[in-house]
């Protein structure tokens, strides 16, 4: 019952992380530079500091919603899953999947997702604190999307041959302030929710009376 528990999770997940990923929507930025971004639209202009909007998904809200309520395990379960279907021809993908996707100048922020597992429950420490404090929450959420930007953004770098510090300040920076406010909004959701749901993930302890009799279960 368990394992078909975890089953489950993971499929809803992976479905969650897939949806996410084709759900568009105009997000605003913050830009130093002038931003290097998809469909944006400038608002305000003054001085050094540019404010708009521009066309992303949700991949990145899907990917620390699975972070946050799953532990280091099943998280790394639904990613490693997610990139070896898309990688392996399924359409899970922004633009597509099989192996031509390694020519796609985001895989870097894709295969960044796994060492982000790694480094959000590094940081989170639920292994030794079952319910982590708020604060625990957004230090390890800050520092994991810091990271993903940093990985990817140097790889989109290399790939079209621009220096990397441009390419940071100038597409991935001004997505920062809009992240990390939802990010926050979510962690404290589910905060509010970790209880209840690692007591539906924490396998139940075996019950130390009598096991029914065949009688008992109408057999």
């Known amino acids: 019952m368990a394992l078909l528990f975890r089953v489950g999770v993971t499929a809803f997940f992976l479905s969650l992380l897939t949806l996410l990923t084709f759900v568009h929507v105009q997000a605003p930025f913050v830009a130093v530079l002038p931003p290097q971004l998809a469909g944006a639209q400038v608002s305000v202009q003054s001085g050094f500091l540019t404010l708009g909007t521009y066309s992303t998904n949700l991949q990145l809200v899907a990917l620390f919603a699975c972070l946050m309520c799953l532990d280091v395990v099943g998280a790394l379960g639904v990613v490693l899953l997610y990139l070896i279907l898309g990688l392996g021809g399924v359409p899970l993908f922004y633009y597509g999947g099989g192996w031509d996707y390694l020519q796609q100048s985001t895989i870097?922020?894709?295969f960044s997702f796994v060492p982000?597992?790694?480094?959000?429950?590094?940081?989170?420490?639920?292994?030794?604190?079952?319910?982590?404090?708020?604060?625990?929450?957004v230090w390890a959420t800050v520092?994991?999307?810091?990271?993903?930007?940093?990985?990817?953004?140097?790889?989109?770098?290399i790939y079209y041959e621009t220096i990397p510090i441009q390419f940071l300040l100038t597409y991935d920076l001004p997505q920062l302030p809009w992240q990390l406010a939802a990010l926050v909004v979510l962690a404290v959701v589910v905060r509010a929710l970790n209880s209840r749901w690692q007591k539906l993930?924490?396998?139940?302890?075996?019950?130390?009376?009598e096991p029914p009799s065949i009688q008992g279960l109408g057999l």
């Open 108 to 110: 870097g922020y894709l």
């Open 201 to 209: 993930l924490r396998p139940r302890a075996p019950s130390l009376q």
């Open 116 to 137: 982000a597992c790694l480094i959000f429950h590094t940081l989170l420490r639920r292994n030794r604190q079952p319910h982590p404090s708020l604060l625990r929450y």
């Open 143 to 157: 520092v994991t999307l810091l990271g993903i930007h940093v990985v990817g953004g140097i790889y989109a770098a």
